[in-house]
């Protein structure tokens, strides 16, 4: 079997399966397994692929087919162009997140301690830590194996963070900090039963925000004035429909100006 056949063969499948970019996925696979650029395998009429190299090819093929993210087969996902590792243990950085970090490196220019709440691959802080050198940043997670991650990725990166296990700010009692910044879980329990096969395989406790979906952002306006520095700032993600509602929690727990930011897709975020 050639690369090019066996991308061919496996953009069949993933097609009939419904996976988003059939062709895009199968060169990644093969790429992944093969250290050999995509485009080039696309092309390769001529190299007969080995039976070891298949065989790992078909069983992360299955998972593929079983929805299993990309991300979490390639243990690969680019954020603020590092590369962070991941697995099924965290929720999957997105794009739009990293316009909630490109504001906080902006707002770090003239603070020093920051926290990031739910850390989960612990994309947010430690791209913080990278591009402000000399901040103090803090990460904090309830669940130990996303935290697991946060630190084998921070030790990766190179990145100086500290690390806190626990239920929102309890991971960080008595401490106070210049910025707090949050993309905490919040699509709504019910929601949460019909999203895209693969978010499905996500961690729930990193997307389900609760009934309707504003349990952490109720929680972090009633609890953030007592762990921030004055002049401090919450940055927040937000739903796409929540920016409002997000912004009213925050005003009527004492919060004296709020600010919606739009995302690249023009979805309002805090
Ligand atoms: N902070 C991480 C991210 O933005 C994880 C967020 C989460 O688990 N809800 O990707």
Redesign the pocket.
Same mark, same amino acid.
């Given at each position: 079997m050639t690369p090019q056949a066996l991308i061919r063969e496996t953009t069949a499948l993933f097609q009939a399966a419904g996976i988003p970019d059939p062709a895009w996925d199968s060169a990644l696979l093969l790429a992944h397994l093969t250290g050999k650029p995509a485009l080039n395998l696309r092309l390769d009429m001529d190299t007969q692929l080995d039976e070891a190299l298949l065989t790992r090819f078909y069983a992360l093929r299955d998972q593929r087919l079983q929805r299993v993210p990309l991300q979490y087969l390639l243990h690969q996902q680019s954020?603020m162009g590092h590369d962070f590792y991941v697995d099924s243990r965290? !929720? #999957? @950085?997105?794009p739009e997140?990293e316009l !909630?970090t490109e504001l906080a490196i902006a707002e770090m220019q003239h603070r020093r301690t920051a926290l $990031?709440l &739910? &850390? /989960?691959? /612990? &994309? #947010?802080g430690i791209s913080l830590a990278l591009a402000v050198p000399g901040a103090d940043i803090h990460s904090a $997670?309830l669940s130990p194996d %996303?935290l697991a991650v946060t630190r084998r990725n921070a030790e990766t990166l190179g990145a100086q963070i500290t690390l806190h296990q626990g239920d929102l700010f309890a991971a960080v009692e008595g401490l106070r900090f210049d910025l707090i910044i949050?993309?905490? @879980?919040y699509i709504p329990t019910e929601d949460c039963r019909s999203l895209q096969a693969e978010v499905m395989q996500e @961690?729930g406790? %990193? !997307?389900d925000g609760g009934a309707d979906g504003y349990d952490f952002y109720r929680r972090i306006a009633q609890e953030a004035p007592a762990h921030l520095n004055a002049n401090g700032v919450v940055l927040l993600?937000v739903g796409f429909d929540q920016a409002e509602g997000v912004a009213a929690l925050l005003r009527q727990a004492g919060f004296q100006e709020t600010c919606i930011h739009q995302d690249l897709q023009g979805i309002p975020h805090m």
């Amino acid at each position: 079997m050639t690369p090019q056949a066996l991308i061919r063969e496996t953009t069949a499948l993933f097609q009939a399966a419904g996976i988003p970019d059939p062709a895009w996925d199968s060169a990644l696979l093969l790429a992944h397994l093969t250290g050999k650029p995509a485009l080039n395998l696309r092309l390769d009429m001529d190299t007969q692929l080995d039976e070891a190299l298949l065989t790992r090819f078909y069983a992360l093929r299955d998972q593929r087919l079983q929805r299993v993210p990309l991300q979490y087969l390639l243990h690969q996902q680019s954020f603020m162009g590092h590369d962070f590792y991941v697995d099924s243990r965290v !929720l #999957i @950085p997105r794009p739009e997140t990293e316009l !909630l970090t490109e504001l906080a490196i902006a707002e770090m220019q003239h603070r020093r301690t920051a926290l $990031d709440l &739910c &850390c /989960g691959s /612990g &994309c #947010i802080g430690i791209s913080l830590a990278l591009a402000v050198p000399g901040a103090d940043i803090h990460s904090a $997670d309830l669940s130990p194996d %996303a935290l697991a991650v946060t630190r084998r990725n921070a030790e990766t990166l190179g990145a100086q963070i500290t690390l806190h296990q626990g239920d929102l700010f309890a991971a960080v009692e008595g401490l106070r900090f210049d910025l707090i910044i949050s993309n905490p @879980p919040y699509i709504p329990t019910e929601d949460c039963r019909s999203l895209q096969a693969e978010v499905m395989q996500e @961690p729930g406790m %990193a !997307l389900d925000g609760g009934a309707d979906g504003y349990d952490f952002y109720r929680r972090i306006a009633q609890e953030a004035p007592a762990h921030l520095n004055a002049n401090g700032v919450v940055l927040l993600e937000v739903g796409f429909d929540q920016a409002e509602g997000v912004a009213a929690l925050l005003r009527q727990a004492g919060f004296q100006e709020t600010c919606i930011h739009q995302d690249l897709q023009g979805i309002p975020h805090m």
